[in-house]
């Protein structure tokens, strides 16, 4: 008979220094129950994350199945759900679980960082509750982003969790078939062993590149040792902005039996924790980087890693504006600067017309006004399907965007209403931007941009610029409460 598979997942990496994450995030980008679930993992492209593609497809590889969807719910990194919200996420999985019995097997494809007001392991809560309702035999296999937060409760809820490998992200797909796999194996008896270890590292992001760095290494012998009695070794860098005592690098392995999975554990934990010295971050100043700019004579990459809203950031403070425009650097684009009320207003103004933007005109932490006068060149509905990185053949939504060009300095500024990082081309592209012809591309994001934007810039040209921000990778700079110290690189 073929299996019964339930399937769940819950998308938010929260930040504890921003606002709450509230059901009007997750309806925004994707709130999905029942069979609908299906229908857009098998749809050409969807709004649904890129594991479920992936999972699907692998399954029907595999042999007959039958899925049964729960719920994804999925929302731009923010801060913690509001609790509220939470306990009726928590209601509808209950529910919709206990409907779909008897099941034979349950993924769960969660980013692993999520936390609500009211709960510091929300992943483990959800992965605890679909533990209680189908019982101790059935398999649950869980996916998570490399920057998670890794509970005990959560891996002992579960029969494993499966990281993804690359940063920026483009394995999603690759680490869910992974997944169907180690469901398929379990549901044919294989018994398999877990082990764990956490480290006192909370690595800024910008360290956890995986093409070359100390965590490439890590993940390149994680890799390796992928054959044999060990079936999986996943290392995550953690995701330390949620400021809980969870957080922190962590390796986990699932294997045929409990001296290889303990053996690949404590190889990978004991290089990682020898190298740690490589995991502070090395940035440019916000001086260097205007200095950079006027000089270009090849396209150059600015990346505005404090303000990254793929980790909580608002996506709208102007420093690098600023300073850009006032430096009156020629063929600058800036993408992508989150301001509904200035995106509305140039929609209500129309294509051709000049008037004085002014951005972010109800200020908060970081993010402060700033007024030129400028022309609406193109609107948008912000709707669009990527083509690069870890948005290729996915849909997104900026809600309704703007395209403006400050007339004192000729700098091009994208302006979107939804919070989303520019890691994507189609973002730029689609307002009418030849990013090839630009001098000077800025952009609110930490890192996924290297897998889109690669064909504009190499790495040499690209700057992780240090400026002022929620998402900064300078961690000496927060009022940490939860983190567990002593913790490197924060303390000596």
Avoid at 229 to 238: A, D, H, K
Avoid at 315 to 336: D, F, I, K, M, S
Wanted: hydrophobic content about 45%.
């Amino acid at each position: 008979m073929a299996p019964r598979v339930g399937i769940l997942g819950l998308h938010l990496e929260a930040n504890a220094f921003a606002p709450p994450t509230v059901e009007q995030d997750f309806r925004a980008q994707c709130f999905a129950e029942g069979a609908a679930i299906s229908l857009l993992a098998r749809a050409p492209s969807s709004h649904l994350p890129a594991e479920m593609a992936g999972f699907y497809r692998r399954m029907d590889e595999t042999g007959g199945w039958v899925p049964c969807p729960i719920a994804i719910w999925a929302a731009p990194p923010g801060g913690p759900i509001e609790q509220a919200l939470f306990l009726r996420m928590l209601d509808d999985a209950r529910r919709g679980l206990a409907a779909a019995l008897p099941l034979d097997a349950v993924y769960i494809a969660s980013h692993g960082a999520s936390s609500a007001t009211g709960d510091e392991d929300s992943d483990g809560t959800l992965v605890a509750l679909v533990r209680e309702i189908v019982g101790p035999r059935v398999p649950i296999v869980v996916t998570h982003d490399l920057h998670c937060n890794v509970s005990e409760r959560m891996l002992a809820a579960c029969d494993s969790l499966i990281a993804y490998r690359t940063n920026p992200h483009v394995d999603m797909a690759e680490r869910a078939a992974e997944a169907a796999e180690m469901l398929r194996l379990l549901l044919g008896g294989t018994r398999v062993f877990k082990a764990f270890r956490r480290l006192a590292i909370t690595p800024p992001s910008v360290t956890l590149l995986t093409a070359q760095g100390p965590y490439a290494d890590l993940i390149h012998d994680a890799e390796a040792m992928m054959r044999g009695e060990v079936l999986n070794v996943s290392v995550t860098g953690g995701f330390v902005f949620s400021d809980l005592p969870k957080c922190g690098m962590t390796v986990n392995a699932t294997a045929l039996t409990q001296s290889a999975a303990d053996a690949a554990v404590e190889r990978i934990a004991t290089r990682a924790w020898n190298e740690r010295e490589r995991y502070v971050a090395r940035l440019t100043s916000l001086e260097d980087a205007v200095a950079r700019a006027g000089e270009a004579t090849q396209t150059i990459i600015l990346a505005d890693v404090a303000d990254n809203p793929g980790g909580g950031g608002r996506g709208n403070t102007a420093w690098l504006l600023q300073a850009l425009h006032e430096a009156r650097v020629p063929g600058v684009v800036l993408g992508l600067f989150v301001d509904p009320a200035l995106a509305e207003e140039a929609h209500a103004l129309g294509e051709g017309a000049v008037f004085e933007a002014r951005f972010n005109r109800e200020p908060s932490q970081f993010s402060l006004p700033f007024t030129a006068q400028a022309r609406v060149v193109l609107l948008s509905d912000g709707k669009g399907v990527g083509r690069r990185g870890n948005m290729a053949g996915r849909q997104f939504n900026l809600g309704p965007s703007a395209r403006l060009t400050l007339l004192d300095s000729g700098m091009e500024v994208v302006v979107i209403s939804l919070r989303r990082q520019c890691h994507e081309p189609r973002t730029l592209e689609m307002h009418g931007i030849d990013i090839a012809a630009a001098r000077v591309v800025v952009l609110k994001s930490r890192g996924h941009f290297r897998a889109g934007f690669r064909e504009f810039a190499p790495d040499e040209r690209i700057f992780e610029v240090d400026a002022p921000g929620l998402t900064s990778p300078v961690l000496s700079r927060f009022a940490w409460k939860r983190l567990p110290r002593p913790v490197f690189p924060i303390d000596a």
